[in-house]
């Protein structure tokens, strides 16, 4: 039984991102606390096996296909949310895609969509979550950003440091115009955790995971699992003081160092690999 703190009972949830990784893993553990849940992702299948858990667990869900980009969309979709649900009283913004790229050969285009994807949508998801909450004087917005929100990284993360460095800027904002109202926003900033795109990676990098584990003192790569417990706690009641805040989950990461990669060692690996292949 979920103590009553914890409870998120006759609550409504909004879940971007909800077929995999750390949204499927929200969305889970928001209906294992109580949680009506809202369901996002452009892989409507995916958010479809969610759904399922979701159901599993005697709560209500709602599926939707939606561009997290693209405001007007969002906007239609929270039109659906107050039909069916009436309220609004989490959302988990999880959702977006990034690209790599150096600094020199960033393309304009990649860039614009990046901001689009990640700052604009993910303003437009909390403008419309936070118009609602501020109308019934309560809620909770948990935004996900990165640990390249508040230290650099390198390795060609120029547009999606960027953009990570805006939501945390977000938050600050959000957080302060709309405490005195009941509303709170707080990020969630993770290290690498595991996903298909980071999983691809590693196994065309067989280095890659013990050279990321070598900057955690935790010793592993983060699991979805690991935003559950912050997704309730950040959800409920018990975290009703907490607002505006910014919560390294990486292990230890942030702690230790920045865990980036500066250019001439980024080079450095670059000619050790070469000189490998030989």
Same mark, same amino acid.
């Given at each position: !039984?979920?103590?009553?703190?914890?409870?998120?009972?006759?609550?409504?949830?909004?879940?971007?991102?909800?077929?995999?990784?750390?949204? *499927?893993?929200?969305?889970?553990?928001?209906? $294992?606390?109580?949680?009506?849940?809202?369901?996002?992702?452009?892989?409507?299948?995916?958010?479809?096996?969610?759904?399922?858990?979701?159901?599993?667990?005697?709560?209500?869900?709602?599926?939707?296909? &939606?561009?997290?980009?693209?405001?007007?969309?969002?906007?239609?979709?929270?039109?659906?949310?107050?039909?069916?649900?009436?309220?609004?009283?989490?959302?988990?913004? @999880?959702?977006?895609?990034?690209?790599?790229?150096?600094?020199?050969?960033?393309?304009?285009?990649?860039?614009?969509?990046?901001? *689009?994807?990640?700052?604009?949508?993910?303003?437009?998801?909390?403008?419309?979550?936070?118009?609602?909450?501020?109308?019934?004087?309560?809620?909770?917005? !948990? #935004? @996900?950003?990165?640990?390249?929100?508040?230290?650099?990284?390198?390795?060609?993360? +120029?547009?999606?440091?960027?953009?990570?460095?805006?939501?945390?800027? !977000?938050?600050? =904002?959000?957080?302060? =115009?709309?405490?005195?109202?009941?509303?709170?926003?707080?990020?969630?900033? /993770?290290?690498?955790? +595991? #996903? /298909?795109?980071?999983?691809?990676?590693?196994?065309?990098? &067989?280095?890659? $995971?013990?050279?990321?584990?070598?900057?955690?003192?935790?010793?592993?790569?983060? *699991?979805?699992?690991?935003?559950?417990?912050?997704?309730?706690?950040?959800?409920?009641?018990?975290?009703?003081?907490?607002?505006?805040?910014? @919560?390294?989950?990486?292990?230890? #990461?942030?702690?230790?160092?920045?865990?980036?990669?500066?250019?001439?060692?980024?080079?450095?690996?670059?000619?050790?690999?070469? $000189?490998?292949?030989?």
């Amino acid at each position: !039984m979920t103590p009553s703190r914890f409870s998120l009972l006759e609550r409504i949830a909004v879940v971007t991102g909800a077929a995999q990784g750390m949204g *499927q893993a929200t969305a889970i553990a928001l209906a $294992e606390a109580g949680a009506d849940v809202v369901l996002i992702d452009r892989n409507l299948s995916g958010a479809e096996h969610t759904a399922e858990a979701v159901r599993e667990l005697g709560r209500r869900s709602l599926v939707r296909k &939606t561009d997290v980009s693209d405001p007007l969309a969002i906007a239609e979709l929270f039109r659906e949310v107050d039909a069916t649900f009436g309220r609004v009283d989490f959302l988990g913004n @999880i959702a977006g895609d990034g690209v790599l790229a150096r600094p020199t050969e960033l393309r304009m285009e990649d860039l614009h969509r990046v901001l *689009q994807n990640l700052v604009v949508g993910r303003f437009a998801m909390c403008q419309e979550a936070g118009r609602r909450m501020l109308e019934q004087g309560r809620g909770s917005i !948990m #935004n @996900i950003g990165s640990l390249a929100s508040v230290t650099a990284l390198g390795r060609g993360h +120029i547009a999606y440091s960027m953009a990570m460095g805006a939501v945390v800027q !977000m938050t600050r =904002e959000l957080s302060t =115009e709309w405490a005195h109202r009941g509303v709170r926003v707080n990020a969630v900033l /993770p290290a690498q955790v +595991i #996903n /298909p795109s980071l999983a691809e990676r590693m196994v065309q990098d &067989t280095t890659l $995971e013990a050279r990321f584990v070598k900057g955690i003192p935790a010793g592993r790569i983060g *699991q979805p699992s690991d935003i559950m417990g912050l997704a309730v706690l950040l959800a409920s009641d018990a975290s009703s003081w907490i607002t505006g805040a910014l @919560i390294p989950m990486d292990g230890g #990461n942030l702690a230790m160092n920045a865990g980036g990669t500066p250019g001439h060692q980024l080079q450095q690996v670059q000619d050790f690999r070469a $000189e490998t292949k030989k």
